[in-house]
């Protein structure tokens, strides 16, 4: 049988039905998808591949799945380190932003994000900013998945003036990659705090309509909980429950201050968590309590957030720093294993972007997302559990190929599909325009 590629792997990772390595194996894919996992024998014997790929000491598994990140913030990596949410917020990030957003940022940014993603084995990221119709035709032109979100903030920024102008132009950009093979969308109202119950209510109305989820920071930050008791009288969550908000179309992110009774209530609605681990260390936001979430059955994901506050977008940094801590918070070891963080990686966020039915494991039928994590370096020998190694020893400089829909956007570290030197060259002038 003729296909389109066949990917001869040292391990391949399916994660579905489960998170483990298959000692010498291949992935068949034909017209974008996966036709068959079997081992290297048999596909050699079954399948007469137009592109061979025989990659003797990687783990193939599927691309890794950015649940939560503001790609164009790329250019502000650095711009205001140490310091706490609402003052980084405030006084450093939404005055830059205010000055700097513009189509052309936003399409630099997300040109740069999309380099580090792909370089880092990331081939789907679920976004949140403004002008999202620049970083969806930066996403689509590199070949990366994304779910887009349709920016709401309930004040005048450069991309709306107004909640009608925010909603109108996100629909315009919704309507505009409706039947686009690699964009989704969803509506991305920032925060209880500075989006208003009447937004909310008409957001949640549409999404509903439009069957699109919604993606918002929620619980992030203790200040956060303080400032809706003090306006409110009441905790977010529960702001939102009345509005009837908790679905498993929320896509919550962050979710670092819960109380037992929000667990519960998380679960009974199925509502999706984005854990951000190393951003919120990085701004002291607190512990989101993982092995408590996923012990009441609730879908945890995995983001990187913004390189602002980040300062990267690497996602197998992420499943090392998400096992690592959750072990810490728990006092337990085996509170978030390996294979644990690799599906939060992949299917689990697939899952909180509605779309595990297409990718997030390497199954008959799905898209065919794939990455191959080469682990024959030194500092990843020797292998005796080539899942523990990806999270405990590897590094995403030791991603090779990537895969999206079938095409490859990188093959033996070279990537295909975007100039890179060009979107170095842009970044560096951001870099001196924004620092004058």
């Known amino acids: 049988m003729i296909i389109d590629t066949l990917i001869c792997g040292r391990w391949v990772i399916p994660v579905e039905p489960a998170v483990e390595a298959l000692d010498h194996y291949a992935v068949a894919v034909d017209s974008g998808r996966i036709v068959e996992l079997l081992p290297i024998e048999d596909a050699r014997t079954k399948y007469q591949a137009r592109e061979l790929h025989e990659l003797t000491t990687h783990a193939v598994m599927p691309g890794l799945v950015n649940a939560h990140t503001h790609a164009a913030m790329s250019l502000f990596r650095g711009l205001a380190d140490d310091l706490p949410l609402m003052e980084w917020l405030n006084h450093h990030i939404w005055p830059a932003e205010q000055k700097w957003a513009s189509p052309e940022f936003v399409a630099d940014g997300s040109a740069l994000a999309a380099v580090e993603m792909i370089r880092g084995g990331t081939t789907c990221f679920g976004d949140m900013y403004f002008f999202p119709d620049q970083t969806a035709e930066v996403a689509a032109a590199s070949g990366l998945r994304a779910v887009i979100g349709l920016i709401m903030i309930d004040f005048p920024t450069p991309w709306a003036r107004d909640a009608d102008e925010y909603l109108a132009k996100g629909i315009e950009v919704h309507d505009r990659f409706r039947h686009h093979p690699l964009i989704r969308t969803a509506f991305a109202p920032h925060s209880a705090y500075i989006v208003s119950e009447r937004s909310l209510t008409h957001i949640n109305t549409l999404a509903e309509e439009l069957d699109i989820p919604i993606h918002m920071h929620l619980h992030e930050a203790a200040s956060e909980i303080e400032q809706s008791l003090e306006q409110h009288g009441k905790r977010p969550m529960q702001r939102l429950a009345e509005l009837g908000m908790l679905s498993e179309r929320l896509i919550a992110v962050h979710m670092t201050q819960l109380e037992a009774a929000e667990i519960e209530l998380a679960a009974r609605h199925r509502i999706n968590v984005v854990h951000c681990p190393e951003s919120n260390l990085k701004l002291a936001n607190g512990f989101c309590p993982v092995r408590e979430l996923m012990q009441a059955g609730i879908n945890v994901a995995l983001g990187t957030d ?26 337990d070891p085996a509170a978030v294993p390996a294979a644990q963080a690799i599906a939060m990686a992949t299917l689990q966020g697939a899952r909180a972007l509605g779309m595990e039915d297409v990718i997030g494991s390497l199954a008959p039928r799905k898209e065919a997302d794939i990455i191959a994590i080469d682990l024959g370096d030194p500092e990843t020998q020797p292998v005796y559990d080539p899942v523990s190694q990806i999270v405990y020893a590897a590094n995403r400089n030791l991603v090779t190929d990537v895969w999206v829909a079938g095409r490859p956007l990188m093959l033996d570290r070279e990537l295909l599909t975007i100039d890179v030197e060009s979107v170095l060259a842009r970044a560096v002038n951001w870099a001196h325009r924004i620092r004058e």
């Open 306 to 331: 913004g390189a602002a506050s980040n300062n990267d977008l690497d996602m197998v940094s992420e499943m090392r720093t998400a096992a690592l801590l959750a072990k810490a918070v728990a006092r």
